[in-house]
């Protein structure tokens, strides 16, 4: 790991804080193309917007949000651990949004996030984490390579901020 980068369990106040840079990142992933649930053109105001309403998720205790923060760049990364799960499932939890700003890419970002939440996870005494990500994506390698193990691809299951149709690959890892 890159020793300049720091990672962050993020309160509420501190996505409040945090919410240009958080929202920048999210904005520049969006329209680099990245499937994660967000349509072309994708706006600023509306990644603000979307951190307002994770930042009170996490109030309520239903989601953790990580950041990386690097010494030079501020925030250049961020990822979800969402622990709201049903009755029947507090063993388990959903990885969300592994956001990294291309300026700050191939650095050990991404990675130290992963490391991280599943630290957090392994503490919150969670066995299996569970998530999707577009197939054929930089994103479904990354995940192979740390360790993940993908249980197979559902067909035409999202769009791509352009428009066009997805396959998405599902993911499991045991901690």
Known sequence: MNTSLQIKNLTRDEILTHIDALAGILENCVNGGASVSFMLPYSLDKARLFWRGIAESVARGE????????AQDGVIGTVQLITDQPENQPHRADVAKLLV???????????????????EARARDISVLVLDTSTGSGAETFYQRAGWQKV???PRYALMPDGAMTATSVFYKFL
């Open 63 to 70: 989601r953790l949000v990580l950041a990386c923060v690097d």
């Open 101 to 119: 700003h291309e300026k700050a890419r191939r650095k050990g970002a991404a990675m130290a996030l992963m490391e991280a939440l599943e630290a």
């Open 152 to 154: 197979g691809e559902i």
